[in-house]
């Protein structure tokens, strides 16, 4: 693409907001926890349900993900933006960065990476297929089937934490419905 950063980046802006998801994934007794903000998930009429993701190929969350084959998808709460936050600027390969935080997490039912407690929801994964999509710098499509969908009681959509570009992030507060169906 041609342009300077700042170009790109302005062009860019118009694909926010973007919900903020976090990856769990369990190596031994070490649980870690990376934000992302790249991901796709089947609908109810594709069966297995699926999820993809993309992770940086230099990252620990993609390297324990491709030794253990699983992982917990969650959609954190709002009010655990500063810890999601946190988790995003220290890696897991450095040590164990939720003793950090006040997050917490329950076990889950089908894989071992445990739930984000207090999450709006989350999904226990089976890696399916990786696709390594350009070396050391780039990063990797994962997709993977969903075994589990744990909601949180008292949860929903308007808690979800969201990138608004930048560093900024934000709770999206109302949704119009603007069709109901297909048309």
């Known amino acids: 693409m041609q342009g300077s950063n700042q170009e790109i980046r302005e062009k860019m802006e118009n694909v926010f907001p973007e919900v903020i998801g976090a990856v769990i994934t369990k190596r031994g007794d070490q649980v870690n ?3 992302i ?4 998930i089947s609908t109810i009429y594709e069966q ?3 999820i993809c993701i ?3 190929n230099a990252g ?7 030794e253990t084959k699983e992982f ?3 959609y954190p709460a709002k009010d655990q933006i500063h810890d999601i936050i946190y988790c995003g600027t220290i890696s897991g390969r450095d040590g164990d960065k939720l003793a950090k935080t006040s997050l917490e997490f329950n076990h889950a039912l089908t ?5 984000l407690a207090g999450a709006v929801l989350n999904y226990e994964c089976r890696l399916v297929h990786s696709y390594d999509a350009g070396g050391k710098d780039s990063f990797t499509i994962l997709i993977a089937e ?3 969908i744990v909601p949180t009681a008292g949860k929903n959509n308007l808690d979800k934490i969201y990138s608004l570009g930048g560093h900024n992030y934000g709770a999206i507060t109302s949704a119009d419905v603007i069709q109901v169906g297909r048309s």
């Open 111 to 115: 894989v071992a990476p445990p739930h």
């Open 72 to 74: 917990v998808y969650a």
């Open 33 to 35: 926890l990376c934000p």
């Open 60 to 66: 620990y969350t993609l390297e324990t993900i491709l």
């Open 48 to 50: 297995p349900l699926t």
């Open 37 to 40: 903000n790249y991901q796709a």
């Open 54 to 56: 993309g992770l940086s």
């Open 146 to 148: 969903i075994q589990q």
